[in-house]
């Protein structure tokens, strides 16, 4: 079944949407790009640190302990944070149809947002941090972080609400899911590692929020995202629009009760633990429908994965999802996971979620919306393509040290007579491959960067035809005639 082509009312009016939406949305992708920088070099740093301890001992702020949660933080509340919300704020206004009607004020919650998330990383380097990942930052900043979030996000309701569309698209499902999971999974977190909490209690919550972060607001939107682009370019619709709502409401259901199994073993009773290791095997049944789902909505039309840079980022993101998936559910066995939860595999794990299939997502949804609101091509497409395989390459060389890495260090620690620094001596060299990736990774941002820049300030490119990977510009009119598909 093909999508059926726009008339020419609808150009129109998407036309005028995108003009309402080109100031905020671009305005979160540049923080976002210029946030994702700056953790990358961040993440760089670190590596080093831990590959060279002694680097840099006279400086406190310096310290592996600082620069890496100031890395982590600005990845993930500085680039995807703000990148998801510029993709939620334009997927939800052509979803139903709806202008943005206040930009001025989204782009000042905007603001409010990247105030507390400098603030954050400024007071996490210089020492004032509550030493929980991603709830580092002083317990007085957590409320200014939410508002800016609520400023922001309210806007998707009264679109939502006045939507003209009686087709309830399974993209604005996971988008409102996500929009309202986020304050309950920030608020319940914060709470609980607040002042006067038990340490332990802090520290379940901790792996709680991490886990439900990725389960519940970055799967969400880059399944919204797939679910969007995927059948756009493919000029397909949907394979099977049941079985995506299926995979909505197991991920709804299961997602919950994770988070816990990072901690098997510890001062937790067993059960909280056994039923988190559960809930992460059957949100599998979740992935792997979602992504035979994508993927055979594409059959037949894969080579437009050569031409399309939107297609190629998003395939491959989602392909990571279904290893990140995989691989976190293997680490929530007891088999597994009881030499694996305090070693380099979980580093390993939580950039493929963050960097790996979450940032190549919103890649693919900036690289579609931007030409659209912006009214121009991007530069080069010889740089897309760099961007897309130094991306690749850098997180996949991520992945595969800190992975091998961790089962290295695991089976050192298992060994009841050897001391801990035997096993982190014998990771030294998947170190390396850490800094190296993160080099990789650097890299590519800053091309990416370069190029969303001449698009924000209007040096796109003018002429005819669309950006695309291999295919000169102007040469042809989409990627389906690049590719020869009907």
């Known amino acids: 079944m093909t999508v059926p082509q726009p008339t020419q009312e609808d150009l129109n009016e998407r036309a005028a949407i995108d003009r309402s939406a080109r100031y905020p949305v671009m305005f979160f992708f540049t923080s976002a790009a210029a946030w994702l920088l700056f953790a990358t070099v961040m993440g760089f740093m670190s590596s080093l640190k831990l590959r060279l301890p002694g680097l840099w001992d006279e400086c406190a702020y310096m310290s592996y302990g600082r620069l890496f949660p100031v890395h982590f933080n600005a990845l993930v509340y500085g680039w995807a944070m703000q990148a998801g919300i510029g993709v939620m704020l334009w997927l939800m206004a052509r979803l139903t149809r709806s202008r943005i009607a206040h930009p001025v ?33 002083p317990g007085w900043l957590w409320p200014v972080l939410g508002s800016g979030y609520a400023l922001t996000v309210v806007w998707l309701i009264p679109m939502c609400l006045g939507r003209r569309n009686a087709l309830f698209y399974i993209s604005e499902l996971y988008l409102i899911g996500a929009a309202v999971w986020f304050p309950w999974t920030f608020l319940t977190a914060n709470l609980l590692v607040g002042e006067g909490a038990a340490p332990v209690a802090g520290a379940g919550a901790g792996a709680w929020y991490l886990s439900n972060l990725v389960y519940f607001w970055m799967a969400p939107i880059a399944l919204a995202v797939a679910y969007y682009i995927i059948p756009k370019i493919s000029g397909r619709a949907i394979y099977s629009y049941p079985l995506a709502q299926v995979s909505f409401w197991l991920l709804a259901f299961l997602a919950g009760w994770t988070g816990i199994s990072r901690f098997m073993g510890g001062p937790f009773p067993a059960w909280m633990a056994a039923a988190s290791g559960a809930a992460s095997i059957f949100i599998l049944l979740a992935v792997v429908a979602t992504v035979a789902n994508l993927l055979l909505t594409l059959k037949g039309a894969t080579k437009l994965w050569e031409y399309s840079p939107s297609l190629r980022f998003t395939v491959i993101g989602i392909l990571m999802l279904a290893v990140w998936s995989v691989l976190t559910a293997l680490g929530s066995t007891y088999v597994f996971g009881r030499n694996l939860q305090f070693t380099h595999f979980v580093a390993g794990l939580d950039a493929l979620a963050f960097y790996g299939f979450f940032s ?30 130094f991306s690749t390459y850098g997180i996949i060389t991520m992945v595969v040290v800190t992975l091998v890495g961790g089962i290295a260090q695991g089976g050192d620690l298992a060994v009841w007579d050897r001391t801990f620094s035997v096993s982190f001596t014998n990771s030294v060299a998947y170190i390396v491959g850490r800094c190296l990736a993160w080099a990789l990774i650097t890299w590519s941002n800053l091309v990416f960067l370069q190029q969303l820049a001449l698009m924000f300030i209007g040096k796109g490119r003018k002429s005819a035809g669309p950006t695309l990977i291999h295919a000169e510009p102007g040469e042809v009119q989409s990627a389906r005639a690049a590719a020869g598909i009907q």
Do not use: C, K, Q
């Not at 998330?117 to 030493?131: D, E, K, P, Q, T």
């Open 105 to 137: 004020a989204v782009i000042v919650a905007g603001h409010l947002w990247n105030a507390g998330v400098a603030l954050a990383v400024v007071s996490i380097w210089f020492g004032a941090g509550r030493a929980i990942p991603l709830l580092d930052f």
């Open 360 to 389: 190549m997502t919103m890649f693919g949804a900036i690289y579609f919306i931007v030409p659209r609101i912006t009214g121009s091509e991007w530069p080069s497409g010889d740089r897309i393509r760099t961007h897309f395989w």
